[in-house]
């Protein structure tokens, strides 16, 4: 299934970084090498999972040939890799949002990714970044959604916490992988994203069978664990009429 890998143009292209909530920086702007990844998508919407590439034609989610560049990524993060099918492009993630620092098990990641420019609240469930808010301070201007987001209206946002949700399926990790780490946000003195090594972490991306099952809420597909289809709209289970919010997605109730 793996198709050949393809080296595009290495000229230099702008890319936008996450931002700082309330830190009042605005978009930070770099210049980063984009490197063409054509994937074999199978319908829509298709998103990098982990180390997968997992398309929803339907509800059931598919998984196909996670293309990269054809050399080693610069740095430990790896390819954050945006678009779908002949419009995917890859860069280096350390190019396009903080780099990370390790102190034995605890890596932190300054400067982390976040939606656009607004003010957002972000959490981790299972290795996905979920993110709700999205209002910008006063002459605070947009660049638009950072490639790479899903973003909808969230149900029922008269709470102050903000009136979208955004999600990030693929978001950084220290070694370019989800698993074996457990991520939380600070806001402490800007925006982190902060990473420790756990062993006995599970989330998206794990191998799984008969005795090993997902986290709740994931499916198991072709032997690793995904999420259902993205269809971002929540922050709460009271945000949903089935009251489940799973990976910022209203889902199904009970079992």
Do not use: A, L, P, R
């Given at each position: 299934m793996w198709r050949s890998l393809f080296l595009g143009a290495s000229g230099l292209a702008l890319a936008f970084a996450g931002c700082q909530s309330g830190a009042g920086s605005g978009a930070r702007v770099e210049r980063a090498a984009q490197w063409s990844a054509p994937a074999d998508d199978v319908g829509e919407p298709c998103a990098d999972v982990s180390d997968l590439r997992v398309c929803w034609p339907s509800e059931t989610p598919v998984l196909v040939a996670r293309t990269v560049p054809p050399f080693p990524a610069p740095t430990a993060p790896g390819f954050r890799c945006t678009g779908s099918g002949a419009a995917r492009t890859c860069a280096s993630r350390d190019a396009l949002a903080g780099g990370f620092v390790c102190d034995h098990a605890t890596c932190a990641q300054r400067d982390a990714r976040q939606p656009d420019e607004?003010?957002?609240?972000?959490?981790?469930?299972a290795g996905i970044a979920v993110c709700v808010g999205g209002e910008r301070g006063a002459g605070v201007s947009s660049a638009g959604t950072e490639p790479g987001w899903m973003c909808g209206d969230r149900h029922g946002a008269a709470d102050g916490l903000g009136g979208r949700v955004c999600v990030d399926l693929s978001p950084d990790f220290p070694d370019g992988r989800a698993a074996g780490f457990r991520c939380r946000w600070s806001y402490d003195h800007g925006v982190a994203r902060l990473c420790a090594r756990d062993d006995k972490a599970h989330g998206a991306g794990d191998a799984c069978d008969a005795g090993r099952p997902c986290v709740l809420g994931m499916t198991c597909a072709a032997g690793r664990c995904v999420p259902p289809r993205p269809r971002p709209s929540c922050a709460l289970d009271a945000d949903c009429r089935s009251g489940v919010c799973l990976f910022?997605?209203?889902?199904?109730a009970g079992p």
């Open positions: 607004g003010e957002w609240t972000c959490s981790d469930e910022g997605s209203c889902g199904k």
